[in-house]
C-alpha cells in the first residue's frame, strides 16, 4: 500500500520544524536526534518537549552514527510497480541514545549476511531535501 | 446501588465476501438487523452506538460507515456514542460501550466495524484514496525505507522469535492451516478452501518470516456486536454474555520505539481484573490479521510462555477444535475475512451460545464453551477481552 503519488522509489517525508533536522543532517553527515540539556535524554520521533521530563529544552543534537540492528526483516513484496526486490529492512538501536531505535534499511550487503545484532553504521542518501540515514554493516 | 455489569447481548454479521456490491452502510444495516433479532430488541431500544475506526474520508473502503452515519440512517436516540481510532484497538469500541453501559450513560449499544477494502481497490472511482506526495505523521518513519505495510513491521517481531527463540515456519503455518480448517465449517467465511502444510511452505514469501498465507486478504462485511446493560437484560431474550474483564494498552504508536508489542501488557492486565485463568478458557478467539500476531496473543495471554508459543501450536492439536485451546474456530481473519477485530469477540459470544453449529467447540462432557477470550489488534495496540456465560 504505497499511497504516495511520488515519482521517487521511495516515499519522502514532509519537511516541518520538528522534523528538519532528522531528515537534512544528512547533508554534514551528522545524524540529529533530539536531546534534553536538562535531563539527558533522546526524543524520537523529534517533538518539541522531552518524553522523560517534559523539559522544552530540547534540540537536535549529533550522535555517533553508530548502531546494532534490533531485528529485521527481508521484504520480497513489490508494494508499488518497480520496486526492487529483495531489501532488508531493519530496526537499529543506537549508540549513545539510549531507548532511540530507527526503522531502516541495511544496504551494501547480501540480505541472507544481515543478522540481530550485527552492529552497523549510517550512510547518507540524498533525495533531493531529504537525507535518508540508511545503515551498512560495519567493519569488523 | 450494585455497580452496573456489560453483557453482550446480540451479535450480527452481513454476508462477508470480496468485491462485494451491496452499499456498505447496507452491510451495517444487515448485520444490525440479524443483532437485534437475536437480542430481540427494536431499534427504538438501542441509545447508544460505538464504531471503530470512525468514518475516514481519505481510505473510504477502511472504513466507510461511521457512527455519525448509522445513528442518522436508523433514526436512533442516542444518549451516548462514540467512533475513531485513537483507541486501543479495534475491540476497544466495545470496552468503550462497556465502560458506557456501566457508567449508566446508556442501555443497549451497538458496537460496529464495517469494512469495505476489497470493493474500493474494485472501484476506485467511487472509493479514491486520496494521496498525498509526501509521507507525514508516523509514517514518514517507515515510507523512505519502503517499509510500506504492517507485514513488514510485523515479520520484524516474528523475526526476533525465529532468531531468539527458535520459531519455524512449520510451527508458525500452524495458525494459518487451523485457521482455514475452521473456515471450512463456517457457511459465512471468506476463504473455503483447505490449506496443506505443503502449500503453505510453497507460498511466496511477503516480509520474512511472512508467506502469503501469512497475511488477511482485504474483505467486504459489516460485524455488529450490541452491549446491553446488567439491569436491562429483562428486555432481552437471547442468553447474555458477559463482559467478565477487560484489557487495552498503547505501545509507542511509531512501532518502532517499541521494545514488544501491545498484546503482552495487556494480557497481563486482563488476568488482574478477574479471578478466572487462562486454564478456566475453553476458547481463543485472537487477532490474526499476520499470523504472527496471533501466536503473540497466545503467549501474552498465559497459554504457554514467552517465546514458547512455536513450540505451544506445533502441530496443531491444542489449537484444533477439540484441543485444549480451540483457537479462531470461526476460520479467523487468514480464513473466514478481514473483519478486522470484530470477528473475534463475534464468534466468541457465537461458542459461548452454542450457536457455532458445525464447529461448535464441545469440551469434556459434551458442554458448550463456558469461557471465552477474544483479542483484537497488533503492534502498538492491544485489547482483551474475557466472556463468560454465566
Not at chain 2, 160 to 173: D, I, P, S
Request: charged share 20%; with cysteine.
Amino acid at each position: 500500500m504505497a499511497g504516495y503519488n511520488t515519482s521517487s522509489s521511495r516515499p519522502l517525508p514532509r519537511l516541518d520544524s520538528d522534523n528538519r533536522a532528522f531528515w537534512t543532517g544528512g547533508e554534514a553527515g551528522e545524524l540529529r536526534i533530539h536531546h534534553c540539556a536538562d535531563c539527558g535524554g533522546w526524543t524520537h520521533p523529534p517533538k518539541p518537549v522531552c518524553r522523560h521530563c517534559l523539559s522544552e529544552h530540547v534540540a537536535p543534537k549529533a550522535v555517533s552514527g553508530t548502531g546494532v540492528i534490533d531485528t529485521y526483516t527481508i521484504n520480497h513484496q513489490k508494494w508499488f510497480p518497480g520496486m526492487e526486490v529483495p531489501f532488508v529492512i531493519a530496526r537499529v538501536a543506537l549508540d549513545g541514545a539510549p531507548g532511540v531505535i530507527l526503522t531502516t534499511n541495511i544496504v551494501g550487503s547480501p540480505v541472507e549476511a544481515v543478522d540481530i545484532g550485527d552492529k552497523v553504521r549510517v550512510k547518507f542518501e540524498a533525495h533531493g531535501d531529504v537525507w535518508l540515514p540508511l545503515f551498512e554493516k560495519a567493519a569488523a | 446501588m450494585k455497580p452496573i455489569e456489560a453483557y453482550i447481548s446480540g451479535v450480527g454479521q452481513s454476508e462477508v465476501g470480496m468485491r462485494l456490491t451491496r452499499h456498505p452502510l447496507l452491510l451495517t444495516v444487515d448485520a444490525v438487523k440479524e443483532a437485534l433479532a437475536e437480542a430481540g430488541l427494536s431499534i427504538a431500544q438501542i441509545d447508544g452506538v460505538s464504531t471503530y475506526p470512525g468514518k475516514v474520508p481519505a481510505m473510504p473502503g477502511f472504513s466507510p460507515v461511521g457512527a455519525d452515519e448509522l445513528v442518522d440512517a436508523l433514526g436512533i436516540r442516542a444518549t451516548w456514542y462514540a467512533g475513531g481510532g485513537e483507541i486501543t484497538s479495534q475491540l476497544g469500541a466495545v470496552v468503550a460501550a462497556a465502560a458506557a453501559v456501566r457508567a449508566g450513560l446508556a442501555r443497549h449499544v451497538i458496537c460496529f466495524r464495517t469494512v469495505y477494502e476489497a470493493a474500493a481497490v474494485a472501484r476506485p472511482d467511487e472509493y479514491p484514496v486520496q494521496r498525498g506526495d509526501r509521507a507525514t505523521g508516523n509514517s514518514q518513519w517507515f515510507s523512505p525505507f519502503n517499509a510500506l505495510s504492517a507485514a513488514t513491521w510485523t515479520a520484524q517481531y516474528a523475526m526476533r522469535h525465529v532468531k531468539k527463540y527458535g520459531l519455524t515456519r512449520e510451527q508458525l503455518a500452524q495458525i494459518a492451516l487451523t485457521d482455514r480448517k475452521h473456515a471450512l465449517l463456517n457457511p459465512r467465511a471468506m476463504i473455503r478452501e483447505p490449506l496443506t502444510m505443503d502449500g503453505y511452505l510453497a507460498a511466496r514469501m511477503i516480509s520474512d518470516p511472512l508467506c502469503l498465507f501469512d497475511c488477511d486478504r482485504f474483505s467486504d462485511a459489516s460485524t455488529v456486536l450490541i452491549v446491553s446493560a446488567g439491569d436491562a437484560l429483562d428486555e432481552v431474550q437471547c442468553t447474555p454474555v458477559r463482559i467478565a474483564a477487560m484489557a487495552g494498552s498503547v505501545e509507542r504508536l511509531s512501532w518502532d520505539q517499541a521494545e514488544w508489542m501491545a498484546c503482552y501488557a495487556t494480557g497481563r492486565d486482563l488476568w488482574k481484573r478477574t479471578d478466572y485463568k487462562p486454564a478456566d478458557v475453553d476458547t481463543a478467539q485472537l487477532y490474526d490479521g499476520f499470523s504472527f500476531q496471533c501466536l503473540a496473543w497466545i503467549e501474552s495471554l498465559g497459554f504457554c510462555d514467552v517465546g514458547e508459543g512455536g513450540k505451544f501450536i506445533e502441530g496443531g492439536t491444542r489449537i484444533a477444535l477439540d484441543g485444549e485451546l480451540p483457537l479462531n474456530t470461526f476460520g479467523g481473519q487468514l480464513g473466514a475475512g478481514r473483519l478486522h477485530g470484530f470477528g473475534f469477540a463475534h464468534e466468541a459470544v457465537t461458542q459461548l451460545r452454542g450457536n457455532a453449529g458445525e464447529r461448535q467447540v464441545r469440551r469434556a462432557g459434551g458442554r458448550a464453551p463456558r469461557v471465552a477470550v477474544a483479542a483484537s489488534g497488533g503492534g502498538p495496540l492491544a485489547t482483551a477481552l474475557l466472556l463468560t456465560r454465566d
